[in-house]
């Protein structure tokens, strides 16, 4: 099997970004150490709130209870979000789970809560207070055992078809006198990201804006208005600024729960996994 002329034309043999000197917008920001991280916004809201996010103990399960009371009565602690009270929360239209869990519990370390106080540490202080009762569930955890089980996705516009194949690939493999077959397979990973997992929530009258640390604004910014819609929010006016989504979502219902206290929120966020990976690899070669 000869390929001698590319399949077809993407976006980077068009050059039309790739291999320009194209000026970035953030770069001379980026480059001289004048770019802010979101925690850093200190000049938009002199005395802000801050959120604590408790995550489940559990991996797959349900809440029986939460206790709340040694965590409000703890010093400095204005609200505390759980489920019960945080409105109705949907999905992201990118999430497979809800972001704030309860009762049910869906993954490790799911927001369960969040514990908002006049000083961050005042909330982390509060959240080791709070006393949750859990019903555990089997789960599956192991990738090579459900590999044999698994579905195949649907296509969508993002990912495009799960499948694609040109050609006979089976007869092309099983006749070529050179063949790799390899499987490749990566550990779990964690994030370790140059800036400070943070975000800064600022609501002026029905305005909120959002200061966050990742790439996925228009994400951002579409699970955000979802929500606060179901949370009777306006949704004309919400801005993400280096838009995130994880816990964008559940920032504005802490945030209602504060707004005779504060207009500002800052929440520490915790960073996220990777989960392992592994690719089988099979290539035939006609040793020419």
Do not use: C
Not at 98 to 118: N, R, S
Not at 205 to 217: A, C, F, N, P, V
């Amino acid at each position: 099997m000869k390929f001698e002329n590319p399949a077809t034309l993407n976006p980077i043999d068009q050059l039309k970004i790739i291999g320009h000197p194209t000026d970035r917008i953030d770069g001379p920001l980026k480059t001289t150490g004048a770019a802010r991280y979101a925690y850093e916004r200190h000049d938009e809201i002199a005395d802000p709130a801050y959120g604590y996010v408790l995550g489940s103990a559990i991996a797959k399960g349900r809440i029986v209870s939460i206790d709340l009371t040694e965590a409000k009565a703890a010093p400095g602690v204005l609200a505390i979000v759980t489920a019960d009270n945080a409105g109705k929360l949907g999905k992201g239209d990118y999430n497979s789970t809800k972001l704030l869990g309860g009762p049910d519990i869906e993954h490790y370390h799911q927001a369960i809560a969040i514990v908002i106080a006049e000083t961050f540490e005042q909330a982390r202080a509060a959240a080791q207070l709070v006393r949750v009762e859990y019903t555990d569930a089997n789960g599956a955890f192991d990738l090579a055992a459900g590999k044999d089980s698994a579905t195949k996705p649907e296509a969508d516009d993002i990912n495009g078809q799960p499948e694609t194949a040109i050609g006979d690939f089976t007869g092309a493999f099983s006749s070529a006198p050179v063949q790799l077959d390899a499987t490749y397979s990566t550990p779990d990973q964690s994030h370790a990201m140059m800036e400070p997992h943070a975000s800064t929530a600022i609501w002026k009258g029905d305005k909120l804006t959002l200061y966050t640390s990742s790439q996925m604004i228009a994400w951002g910014v579409g699970d955000v208005a979802k929500n606060r819609a179901q949370n009777m929010f306006a949704t004309r006016d919400v801005r993400a600024v280096a838009g995130h989504q994880p816990h964008d979502v559940i920032r504005a219902p802490a945030g209602n729960q504060v707004t005779q206290q504060a207009n500002g929120l800052r929440l520490r966020q915790r960073g996220g996994n990777i989960g392992p990976r592994q690719i089988d690899f099979r290539m035939g070669h006609d040793g020419v």
